[in-house]
């Protein structure tokens, strides 16, 4: 019978560097990350009423965005931070750049999603529940216009960002709001619209909050 050697923090820094490189352009993370708790400075960046703050944290700590994935693996996550994937035509086109493009990993191989932010403290459903707030409404064009690029011209995009391993992205993820803040009819206009809208994935930041204090109870008890 084979023996088990025990994993030391040198096979753990050599594994990292390993998969830092496979895309050695991006931000990197993974779960050994949290030997450093992150939890104090989101919840902070959270309740600023910034994204701009939100985003620096997640850009920080990349593995953080990867609890929003749904079916990830958590083998890791690379993160690419404002890329421009469509420039400011001369004509006055605005141009495209998601808050991140990221990667993660599973036994079936590496899967791209595009990510957009808004605010903790603005819910994706109005007041009412009968329709989408103004960041709602304003974040699903983003999110649309984002995919539709990629699915035109993604060799383009890949050219210009230079990521020659970049493919067609499995979808968006919007993260907006506190599902702890929520109304019923709120919780239902959103779920609704993620079953009738399957490339785009809205998440409540509260599902980043709890699987991190999840996993940090987890790493404790150890």
């Known amino acids: 019978m084979a023996a088990f050697r025990k994993v030391t923090p040198e096979d753990l820094a050599e594994l990292k560097r390993e998969l830092v490189q496979q895309f050695p352009s991006a931000g990197f993370g993974w779960l050994p990350d949290l030997e450093v708790s992150p939890l104090e400075v989101l919840v902070s960046a959270l309740e600023s009423s910034s994204e701009e703050a939100i985003q620096k944290v ?19 996550i690379w993160v690419f931070p404002k890329a421009m994937i469509r420039a400011r035509g001369a004509e006055g086109t605005p141009g495209l ?30 007041r009412t529940g009968d329709g989408f707030s103004a960041a709602g409404n304003k974040a699903i064009a983003q999110c649309n216009a984002y995919l539709t690029h990629f699915q035109d011209y993604i060799n383009v995009v890949r050219d210009s960002i230079r990521i020659k391993e970049l493919i067609q992205p499995e979808g968006a993820i919007l993260l907006i709001g506190d599902s702890e803040k929520e109304s019923e009819a709120q919780r239902l206009c959103r779920s609704s619209f993620v079953r009738n809208n399957p490339k785009i ?22």
Do not use: C
């Open 201 to 222: 994935d809205v998440v409540s930041y509260r599902r980043i909050v709890e699987r991190l204090k999840s996993d940090l109870g987890v790493r404790q008890a150890r």
């Open 97 to 126: 750049v998601p808050d991140y493009l990221i990667v993660t990993q599973s036994s079936l191989g590496y899967f791209w999603h595009v990510v957009e932010l808004k605010r903790f403290d603005v819910q994706f459903a109005n």
């Open 58 to 76: 997640l850009s920080a700590n990349p593995y953080l965005i990867q609890y929003a994935v749904k079916n990830s693996g958590h083998h890791g």
